[in-house]
């Protein structure tokens, strides 16, 4: 008998647009702005634009960043 395999659905995201946020995983870890351009990819994974003070952008997967 075959077993069905499970594919998990990505969490209900608690970021929105505007948000303060700080990464606190990954290759930006540390750094913090504003969150832009929530994007769901292909692969199911949300990702968004984090915008910092001085104007510097950078794009990261939502699960990597905390609202402050």
């Known amino acids: 008998m075959a077993t069905k395999k499970k594919t998990a ?21 540390g750094k913090a702005g504003r969150a ?11 990702t968004i634009t984090v915008v910092q003070a001085g104007g510097e952008r950078f794009k990261t997967l939502a699960k990597n960043v905390q609202v402050v």
């Open 9 to 29: 659905k990505p969490a209900k995201p608690s970021i929105k647009d505007g948000d303060r946020c700080k990464v606190i995983a990954g290759t930006h870890a």
């Open 36 to 46: 832009t351009d929530l994007n769901v990819s292909k692969t199911g994974h949300l």
